[in-house]
């Protein structure tokens, strides 16, 4: 049973990485013949990231995953050095007011996505280590929300708020699952809005994303503009889509077709039919983690496979959300499939992880 689970996740995987790779390339290839002379060009830097990604991947199956919670707070301090360094002017690459990357020639890194999975192994140790005093609030509760609060406030100061918000809702429910008081979560949650309200409403660019989620048309040429082009997207494929390769908004309507609305792009190639099947292979691929989750032979590969499908559920949920304009507009990739280097190679990680745990639970 457990090694049809792995062989379940990682073939819903595969395909979801196929998937990527060829609407990839029809919703990038026009842009980029446009922009670069190349129109392979995201598609070879993609494949180059999925080339990478796969050595981590096969190392993370092949390295027992208890390797991670002797090195947990090595991995947690080189990401929050990371954070840091990225913020350096001169160090860290500035791209549309924002400093995320590191980059390097033709290759780029966002530690970022580093941090989140980092921080999972972290917690997931913490958990293990603090046993029943997970319970206590000084003893377990706020040492781990002052260790996260540390590393959302150089998330934060990059700006990458929606990174913050996924990163606080997997440890939460990490936590919480872990036996932590809800009270607990609550206050914090409570104590947050005043925080939460100044960073979007006071900020301009955060507040006109919200502002064009509750009203789009009000503004159909500035703030709204993406979310309405996402929409008309999803909302022409029909049933069966124009064709692969046949988008129109893709032609310079929609911008990050290749990226933040891929799931956009496939709607308005593969229609509903074709949307519905990327969200039955994230359901199924959730249904395998939890099954991979309940039969961890270990507490910290229990909490450790529950933090790495928490991060690419929420993801994905964010995502498609954003794309059919059910939540305001994010800055998280569709796992697997969207155009991002960094993203893709970690959520890769995340999967090998994955397999090896379950691998573990073939041998009680």
Known sequence: MVRKTRINLLTISVVLICIGIVMIYSSSSIYAWERYGDSFYFLKRHLFFLAAGLVLTFLAMLIDYRLFRKHARLLLWVALALLVLVLIPGIGKEISGARRWFRFKFISFQPSEFANLAFIIYIADFIVRKGDQIKLLLKGFIPAICVLGATALLILLQPDLGTVIALGSVVLIMLFVAGTRGSYILNLLLCSVPALYLLVFRVPYRRERILAFLNPWADPKGAGFQIIQSQIAIGSGGLFGRGLGHSQQKLFYLPAAHTDFIFSIIGEELGLIGTLGII?????????????????????????????????????????????????????????????????????????????????????
């Not at 995340?350 to 041998?363: F, P």
């Open 280 to 364: 039955a292979l994230f359901v199924v691929f959730i249904q395998q983690g939890l099954k991979i989750i309940k039969n961890a032979q270990d507490k910290f590969g229990y909490f450790l496979a529950l933090g790495l499908i928490l991060m690419i559920s929420l993801k994905a949920i964010v995502n498609i959300g954003v794309s059919c304009g059910v939540f305001p507009t994010k800055g998280l990739p569709l796992p697997f499939i969207s155009y991002g280097g960094s993203s893709l190679i970690f959520d890769m990680v995340s999967l090998g992880i994955l397999i090896n745990i379950a691998r573990s639970g073939e041998y009680p």
